[in-house]
């Protein structure tokens, strides 16, 4: 039976130590890592690869108007305070915006079910009296922390989808037309306000009238790369079991899709199939039990009593495509960190497997074409003449 083949952090240190030529010293080792993530971040931005595709969803709110508000701008509990008549301000309110009299403002925290404050940069600057309506909606939404880049976006009830707008120009939108609620045709994104990081948000307009999904398919960046190697105590598993048993381990929650694999005996450290001991069984680790029991992905065979292993992550790369340019790629980042003389000899091999990769990820030899119809064209379809 075929089974998933891995690469993992702990090989490519190996290659990228090969490739150097040089003594293992820390300061090969930190040039090395420092290249390995340099080249894993670079390649997924490289190209629209099939296997960081995914299936991503945004789950909107509905906007609130019930009741009335007091605005205090100064001197009261908070500044710069909002008070709700009656009800309770919405869970998401700290993430969201306020319409007061035409103007949007921005709200900067929930203090309490019925409080809430503005932003400083953002607000009426006077006292607005009891009696005030508003409205408080949200139009701006997290993506995923893995998002790189989106195809087009479908909201529940808009079958043609939205139109991507550059952010001046949803700003533009907002300040001419108003804000107004409705089936959001147009988004843009932009770094999400409330988290740092990187994180991206999506936003809207108009914003949505009531809670709504947006599905889309979006280009993810690869998993993130924690642990090199771990190899601390030995392991033990009955056989025909996907229980894994440490002595003297101290395994985490963290090291679940991390790949382990066993060495035959309790000498030598299994290594990949290119190395001096290759692994008798490799398994991606799936749950946390204790720091001395965890539980892999498929059954093992063989009992294996205080044998060697290693833990390390997998390279979260399509192994067919993608991953010879990976490789070329820490090399030409390597060559680039040492300043080392062949480094543009390095960069050329790096684009041209690079290209290689581009082709061969090419997922489907079905005839396609433009227009209606696809691959089966009826005769209706067909030009006149």
Not at 228 to 239: I, L, R
Not at 265 to 282: M, V, W
Request: proline share 5%; aromatic share 10%; charged share 20%.
């Amino acid at each position: 039976m075929a089974v998933p083949q891995f690469t993992t952090v702990a090989d490519v240190l190996v290659h990228t130590l090969d490739f150097l030529g040089a003594n293992v010293t820390p300061d090969a080792q930190r040039d090395c890592r420092r290249s390995i993530l340099a080249a894993y971040r670079d390649i997924a931005n490289a190209h629209k690869w099939s296997y960081l595709y995914q299936h991503g969803r945004v789950s909107t709110v509905a906007p609130q108007s019930s009741s009335t508000i007091t605005y205090d701008h100064t001197g009261g509990t908070y500044e710069r305070m909002v008070t709700l008549a009656s009800g309770t301000w919405p869970s998401w309110a700290a993430n969201g915006s306020i319409d007061i009299s035409n103007v949007v403002y921005e709200v900067a925290d929930r203090k309490s079910n019925t409080e809430l404050t503005l932003s400083i940069n953002s607000n009426p600057g006077a006292d607005k009296a009891a009696g005030t309506a508003y409205t408080i909606y949200r139009d701006t939404y997290p993506l995923p922390v893995d998002f790189i880049a989106s195809d087009l976006m479908h909201p529940e009830d808009n079958w043609a989808g939205m139109s991507y707008v550059h952010p001046r120009e949803w700003l533009a939108h907002i300040r001419t037309y108003s804000t107004g609620s409705g089936t959001p045709r147009m988004f843009t994104i932009v770094g999400d306000p409330n988290f740092a990081g990187g994180t991206l948000a999506i936003r809207l307009y108009p914003y949505p009238d009531s809670a709504k999904t947006i599905d889309f398919m979006y280009q993810r960046r690869p998993r993130q790369l924690l642990i090199d190697e771990y190899k601390t105590g030995t392991v033990s598993n009955t056989a025909n079991s996907a229980t894994v048993t440490g002595a003297s381990t101290v395994f985490k929650s963290s090291m679940v899709g991390s790949v382990i694999r066993l060495s035959a005996n309790g000498t030598d450290d299994p290594t990949s199939f290119i190395g001096a001991s290759p692994f008798d069984y490799e398994r991606v680790v799936t749950a946390f039990t204790s720091a001395t029991s965890i539980t892999v992905d498929r059954t093992i065979t063989d009992a294996h009593t205080n044998v060697k292993y290693i833990l390390s992550d997998p390279i979260d790369l399509e192994e067919g495509a993608m991953m010879t340019a990976f490789l070329r790629g820490c090399e030409a980042q390597l060559a680039i960190t040492r300043i080392m003389r062949d480094r543009p000899n390095s960069l050329g091999l790096y684009q041209q497997s690079l290209m290689d990769a581009k082709a061969a990820d090419s997922r489907c030899s079905q005839p396609r074409a433009a227009g209606q119809g696809g691959y089966r064209r009826r005769i209706v379809d067909m030009p006149l003449g």
